[in-house]
């Protein structure tokens, strides 16, 4: 999907020109990420960290931690299933 943008300014005496219109493709994901690395930081946690992935040409704007214990189902950071 491309996405146009462009910017003019605005003050008290009105809007400025229109800037050139810039295009940008926003239709590639991020790559895969690399394992995590899990720290122990005590008998009930664990420092979860890793490398961020190429992001695509796209900034990355978040990421989501999953969690599964034992046989359970996949779940989020909040306890909720994981889709």
């Known amino acids: 999907m491309k ?3 462009a910017v ?16 940008v493709d926003m239709t590639t994901k991020p790559d895969r990420m690399e394992p995590a690395v899990l720290t122990p930081m ?16 796209n ?9 599964r214990i034992a046989k359970s189902l996949w779940i989020d ?4 299933p994981a889709n």
């Open 3 to 5: 996405h146009k943008f």
């Open 8 to 23: 003019r300014a605005i003050n008290a005496c009105g809007s400025g020109t229109l800037s050139n219109v810039l295009e």
């Open 42 to 57: 005590d008998p009930c946690g664990v420092l979860v960290s890793w490398k961020a992935p190429s992001d695509g040409g």
């Open 59 to 67: 900034y990355i704007t978040g990421y989501r931690v999953e969690v």
């Open 77 to 80: 950071e909040k306890g909720n």
